[in-house]
């Protein structure tokens, strides 16, 4: 008994040992320095919104092509989410000239930036040789005819080519920047950075969207190239500026510590998921996320169906419960600022899971009832219930990263809540599909089903988040020292 307890104090001494080398990059992190950092997210969000947004539609809609090929070629990145845990790994354990995360985040970042000019050309090419595709189908009672833009090879193989380049930029960027951050900064300020950073990812959305309808108010061959051109430009610029000087590189050290056998990496993750509080932590994520997002394609229909609300009005409903988020964040982190010994991140993932319960009832009574005030009511809830579960969620992520494989753990974190992102996007729609069946073709019975099953599911996460421990984690997770090598070679 003795000797297993001074192995297990030797074994924490080594992890604080890697602690301590570790935080050697960690320095204070004042709020300018943060908001400096947190603009990062701002080049992020003109990424995606220039993908997903313009992009998108100029394909569907200026150019006649078909939806499928396009909204798989845009998820191509959410398929490769996986591999980034390899890739935190890999930044982990290997260097470049002593830097670790920043030859992935920059590298990534100039993948991304060069997909955007190879897109534009290829979407020009596309448009350039437009050769409609037309079919008929005939049925008994109708006569339908389908026409689409089919396109050159060359344009398909450059659009297939830049969105491969897209997704792989991506993966190699996300969850090693993450891992900076959690390098740069030390423990007590890290909810405090992450939330910042996710704070302008948020307002960045918004940014883009205002900003991109006025660069591009209607379809052009000149204007969208100038876009595709100068956007990629100010984007690398602004990740650039973000993260100059930001990571510390490492010392020379041996290629491998004599005491730390090499492991492989499949070894290593059968190490970390042995630990119960990861596994739960993980489901927690992917759980919440999945929930969330399952009114994704559902709140609008469901508010234009059920209570004839205008597309204008509609439209509104992500700046109504966006600008509730962005409020909670804030508050959340004055309230952990302020009230330490009563508000941390267990507590602001609680109230923000309890809100979202509200927020689904609410909107379950609303269908159900009709009662279309509920629908205001839930959408200020919503925001509100996502801001304080963002901000303690980031926190429970920070927190249950070890020093030795900061990498490897956020990764993993950051798979969670990315297919469980997109598993509940397409869950939304055959829920609703479902329950339309099961109730005779009433939709707002189907809509109210579906909001009721996902305030269940909520109320379900709180059972997984009270069995969560910080002190257990710490106890069950591996404790290892910290290994560098000396090159990615």
């Not at 989410?81 to 000239?97: E, H, K, Q, Y």
């Not at 490492?250 to 056998?261: D, E, G, L, N, T």
């Amino acid at each position: 008994m003795q000797a297993q307890l001074d192995s297990r104090s030797a074994s924490l001494g080594m992890e604080a040992l890697a602690q301590e080398r570790v935080e050697d990059g960690a320095r204070n992190l004042g709020l300018l320095r943060n908001i400096k950092i947190g603009t990062f997210h701002i080049g992020s969000s003109l990424a995606d919104i220039l993908a997903s947004g313009v992009w998108n539609r100029i394909m569907i809609k200026e150019l006649g092509f078909a939806a499928t090929p396009i909204a798989l070629l845009l998820a191509l990145r959410y398929f490769l989410a996986p591999l980034s845990v390899w890739i935190g790994r890999r930044s982990d354990v290997t260097n470049w000239r002593g830097y670790r995360r920043m030859p992935y985040v920059m590298g990534g970042r100039l993948i991304m930036a060069l997909s955007y000019v190879l897109l534009g050309v290829a979407t020009l090419e596309l448009a350039g040789s437009y050769t409609p595709w037309t079919r008929d189908f005939s049925f008994d009672l109708m006569n339908i005819t389908v026409t689409t833009n089919a396109g050159s090879f060359l344009g398909w193989l450059g659009v297939v080519t830049a969105l491969v380049m897209f997704s792989v930029g991506s993966t190699l960027s996300s969850t090693t920047f993450l891992s900076l951050v959690h390098d740069r900064t030390p423990a007590p300020q890290r909810t405090r950075a992450v939330s910042v950073i996710w704070f302008f990812l948020i307002l960045g959305f918004a940014v883009a969207g205002v900003l991109y309808s006025r660069l591009l108010p209607e379809y052009s061959r000149e204007g969208f190239l100038s876009l595709m051109l100068i956007a990629p430009a100010v984007m690398m610029g602004i990740w650039i500026f973000s993260l100059i000087g930001e990571e510390t590189p490492i010392k020379r050290r041996a290629a491998r510590s004599a005491a730390q056998p090499s492991e492989s990496f499949w070894q290593t993750m059968k190490e970390v998921w042995a630990s119960r509080q990861t596994r739960l932590f993980f489901l927690f994520l992917a759980l919440t996320n999945g929930l969330f997002y399952t009114q994704d394609v559902l709140l609008e229909p469901f508010a234009g169906t059920v209570f004839g609300m205008p597309l204008s009005t509609t439209n509104r409903f992500s700046a109504y419960w966006g600008s509730m988020t962005l409020l909670a964040i804030v508050l959340s982190l004055i309230a952990i600022r302020r009230f330490p010994n009563r508000v941390n991140n267990m507590t602001l993932s609680r109230w923000g899971v309890l809100l979202l319960v509200a927020t689904f009832v609410i909107f379950t009574f609303s269908a159900m009832l009709q009662i279309r005030p509920f629908v205001t009511v839930g959408l200020v809830t919503m925001g509100l219930g996502l801001g304080m579960w963002t901000v303690g969620t980031l926190g429970l992520m920070m927190a249950m990263t070890r020093a030795w494989g900061a990498g490897l753990y956020l990764a993993l974190w950051t798979v969670a809540s990315t297919l469980a992102r997109g598993s509940g996007v397409a869950l939304g729609g055959v829920l609703f599909d479902i329950a339309l069946a099961l109730v005779g073709g009433d939709k707002a019975l189907a809509y109210g089903s579906v909001f009721l099953i996902q305030s269940v599911g909520f109320v379900m996460t709180l059972f997984i988040l009270a069995r969560l421990s910080l002190a257990e984690f710490e106890r069950e997770a591996p404790q290892k020292e910290v290994v560098f090598v000396d090159s990615m070679a």
